[in-house]
């Protein structure tokens, strides 16, 4: 996936100097102060110990403690004519061209900060902007394929550790031959009570537990309503910013404030939690001017989608004149986190903290969380809603990664999750062979007199495979010859013709290697001219294995039922002699994805018939969805799999992954996860629940393949451009799309219909299934995108003719009649005038 870059307010704001001086002066003195049994503050590539502007010690790194193990460590500092308004932490940094490690004793085992501190200063040895690497800890990584592309402000990364050893680890690797660096690392004590075991998720509200075995990174850690807090005025050296970038609408919220000192911490409740500042300052309802107001306060804080997060909301009654007077509900991703709350009933009076854990899993996160307040709608008390402050941790995935998909040992989350379910796969694919064997067996009992004549391995198992009680009747009333039944058999159930193996070894010149067209996973597929001279597609398939099998099963099951324009026809097939054949009509321009960027680019095409060969791929997608009695799910749709006739007309194409579509009585299909990679359904991946929507999904990668002519997955490019799903969409959500489609498109395009199909492929890559578009209203959205592209191709040609000498004059041609359906849908676009609402 692609990283976001997830910093936590400190990091991302520019403080002024005078400000940070402001807040240190009105410092309110905080009880309780701890006292970190470690504390290491470590000044990287520093010749002496320097004090920061808050008052702390900055120790060199050439002090005994860290230790700094590196093969190949360089010093650098910034030049003496550098603007010196750094703080002095960011003057020099330590650079590694290869591995390195700091470890640090651990005095007390426990809860940890490690705060990592970038500046890529400029110096006359390496651009550090250019830097990429990653860092780790014995058991999280922490960053991975790192790069601070901004080389004008400095970065904190804060993390939030359960350090469990008595020697602590920072593992930095450089990556891509570049290096690695580092200007200044705290690894610091925090109090064992700062995160309990246990919260509550959303959707449903339920108790969950296991909050101490994770590591979290700071993500937002915001005072709402109040101003910036330093690490000077938190105990545990934290950074609160502001909420006024989250907050939207302001004028639906009213900021208030009271002295820190009326904040009354209760007995139990540790002020090291947040600092008095977080309580005395909180945003309210505003004053909309109306009889009944009825509106949220809402927070929107941008985070990487591919991670859970444990969400800390702050509250406390400032705005109360007496008990049980404020009742408000909270929300999270739209989704009610508590109901009814009363602050009074908890705390027992006013102006006392009160704080609540939540953990939203990785499914219930796009690119923002949400936090919202707002009345309760009833009779009780006044109609208002506070927050006094929020903080969002990054939770650790299943491999212990805070950043992208690996773990230390290289493991990956996919990988991870996927065990149990490999096991449980396992157990029921040893029961599901023995019941096979039982059925084989007994069938074998079954069998017809005379079968070894027949000279076919599934003569006699082949109804059991395709659902079918019978194929021969009684030893007397035998359909006749093997040909001649098989025949019959596939007449009857739609399969087309049957065919010897010696016809296909004549029409394939006995399967030469030069005859290959494709490869798959069931096998190779080879290209034959039958005895009346028809090409056709023959897929032979591997007899020894039991994937092919499967596939070789489904195909016929599937196909004996389908039959529609734009789906690959089964022509007949094979199984003597224990081969699994399969005969297609033959497409002699082949898949979608050579013409796209694969072998065959001595033409490229138009946006024109991208379009209309996309259209025709939704097409057969939307039959498979909706025309069969009960709808087929293909499962695994990509470029490879839409291939082109002699007319470039697209027909979908290999179902040796199909499943039918869920009943009526059923909202999905639960089954293991199959298909490509950077085709794959999120939500399928992650509940191994499969809809029709899955394959909505899959096709809006198609589509974006079509756009920007590149594949759904690229490892050889940089990190945030491996997956082209999520890369391609960070560019549309910033209005620059048109930057990174194929450069052959350029001048030929039209920018609207370019918009209408991106509109229609982001909608079909949302992250939950009912947010996805059914394949009738996709078609609907590129058919006009097409219509977009026609009326501009021809007011360009008009535009064309109109620049003409007026010598020269076109000649008459005859009218066209337009097919009718094709004239009606263009007349109801000109009418619509717009986009079709979904």
């Known amino acids: 996936m692609a990283k976001l870059s997830i910093v936590s307010s400190l990091a991302n704001m520019t403080i002024d100097p005078c400000k940070i001086i402001a807040a240190l002066c009105c410092r309110s003195n905080l009880s309780n102060s701890f006292v970190p049994p470690d504390n290491y503050l470590v000044d990287c590539g520093a010749v002496s110990n320097v004090n920061v502007l808050d008052g702390r010690l900055f120790k060199s790194d050439g002090e005994t403690a860290p230790l700094l193990s590196a093969k190949d460590e360089i010093s650098v500092s910034v030049p003496a004519d550098e603007d010196s308004s750094l703080l002095p932490i960011y003057l020099t940094a330590r650079l590694f061209s290869q591995d390195a490690i700091y470890s640090f004793p651990v005095s007390v085992v426990g809860w940890h900060w490690v705060r990592l501190h970038f500046y890529p200063m400029n110096n006359t040895e390496f651009d550090l902007t250019r830097a990429v690497f990653s860092v780790s800890t014995d058991d999280f990584v922490l960053l991975h394929s790192f790069n601070v592309d901004d080389g004008s402000s400095w970065l904190v990364k804060e993390y939030l550790l359960n350090v469990t050893s008595e020697k602590f680890s920072l593992f930095f690797s450089p990556m891509r031959n570049s290096v690695a660096f580092i200007n200044a690392i705290e690894f610091v004590s925090a109090p064992d009570n700062l995160i309990v075991d246990v919260a509550t998720t959303v959707a449903p509200i339920a108790e969950f537990s296991g909050l101490s075995t994770s590591a979290y990174q700071t993500a937002h850690r915001v005072n709402v309503g109040g101003p910036v807090i330093t690490a000077q005025n938190d105990s545990l050296g ?82 109360s004149k007496s008990l049980n007077d404020l009742y408000f509900n909270v929300y999270l991703n739209g989704k009610m986190a508590i109901s009814g709350l009363d602050l009074s009933t908890i705390t027992s009076d006013l102006a006392v903290p009160y704080y609540k854990d939540f953990v939203l899993n990785a499914s219930m996160v796009s690119d ?185 099963q489904t195909e016929i099951q599937m196909l004996s039922k389908l039959r529609h324009r734009h789906l690959v026809s089964l022509i007949g097939y094979c199984d003597e002699n224990s081969e699994m054949i399969l005969v297609y009509e033959y497409m002699s321009n082949g898949p979608f994805r050579d013409h796209l960027y694969g072998k065959d680019l001595s033409k490229y095409m138009s946006w024109k018939q991208r379009l209309e060969i996309c259209i025709g791929a939704a097409r057969g997608l939307h039959y498979l969805h909706t025309g069969a009695a009960q709808g087929i799910i293909h499962r695994d749709v990509k470029t490879t799999n839409i291939l082109l006739d002699e007319n470039f007309v697209a027909k979908v194409a290999d179902f040796g992954l199909s499943k039918n579509a869920p009943t009526m009585e059923q909202t999905h299909v639960s089954t293991a996860v199959k298909g490509s990679f950077g085709y794959l359904d999120p939500e399928y991946f992650r509940r191994q629940q499969l809809t029709d929507k899955s394959d909505v999904y899959s096709f809006g990668v198609v589509l974006l393949e079509a756009l920007c002519a590149r594949p759904a997955i690229n490892p050889a490019l940089p990190r945030e451009q491996v997956n082209l799903a999520e890369w391609a969409m960070q560019w549309k959500r910033k209005g620059l799309l048109e930057k990174i489609v194929d450069s ?60 003409l000498p007026a010598t020269i004059t076109a000649t008459p041609v005859a009218p066209v009649v337009e097919n009718s359906g094709t004239a009606v849908a263009n007349e109801l676009f000109s009418q619509l005038g717009g986009i079709k609402g979904r």
């Open 238 to 319: 934290r950074t609160w910013g502001t909420d006024t970038q989250y907050r939207s609408g302001n004028s639906t919220g009213k900021i208030i404030s009271v002295s820190p000192n009326i904040i009354k911490y209760p007995e139990g409740f540790s002020p090291l939690i947040a600092p008095n500042w977080i309580y005395a300052s909180a945003v309210e309802m505003a004053d909309a001017q109306v009889t009944k107001p009825n509106f949220n306060i809402t927070w929107n804080l941008d985070v990487d989608p591919a991670f859970g997060y444990m969400v800390r909301l702050h509250f406390c009654d400032i705005v």
């Open 368 to 552: 923002k969380i949400t936090v919202q307040v707002g009345p309760m709608n009833e009779n009780t008390g006044k109609i208002n809603a506070i927050l006094n402050g929020m903080e969002l941790l990054k939770i650790s995935n299943k491999v212990g990664s805070l950043d992208g998909e690996f773990g230390v040992d290289g493991r990956s989350e996919s990988g991870a999750s996927s065990r149990g379910t490999v096991a449980a796969v396992g157990f029921a694919m040893m029961f599901g062979a023995f019941a096979g064997l039982g059925a084989m067996v007994f069938k074998w009992s079954k069998r017809p007199q005379g079968w070894e004549k027949r000279n076919s391995f599934s003569s006699w198992l082949l109804p059991v495979h395709t659902g079918q009680s019978t194929f021969m009747t009684s030893k007397g009333s035998c359909v006749g010859s093997h040909k001649s039944a098989m025949n019959f058999y596939s007449s009857t159930l739609g399969l087309g013709r049957y065919f010897s193996f010696s016809e296909l070894q004549d029409a394939t010149k006995n399967f030469d290697e030069k005859a290959v067209i494709g490869v798959g996973g069931f096998g190779n597929v080879y290209l034959g001219e039958i005895v009346d001279g028809t090409k056709v597609a023959v897929k032979r398939g591997n007899p020894q294995s039991e994937q092919g099998i499967t596939e070789f």
């Open 744 to 803: 052959h498109l350029v001048g030929d395009i039209n920018l609207d219909s370019m918009k209408k199909l991106a509109e229609a492929a982001e909608k079909c890559l949302a992250e939950h299934g009912v947010d996805r578009p059914s394949m009738g209203d996709v078609l609907w959205n590129l058919e006009y995108a097409l219509q977009l592209q026609e009326t501009a191709l021809q007011a360009k040609s008009e535009e064309d003719k109109s620049l």
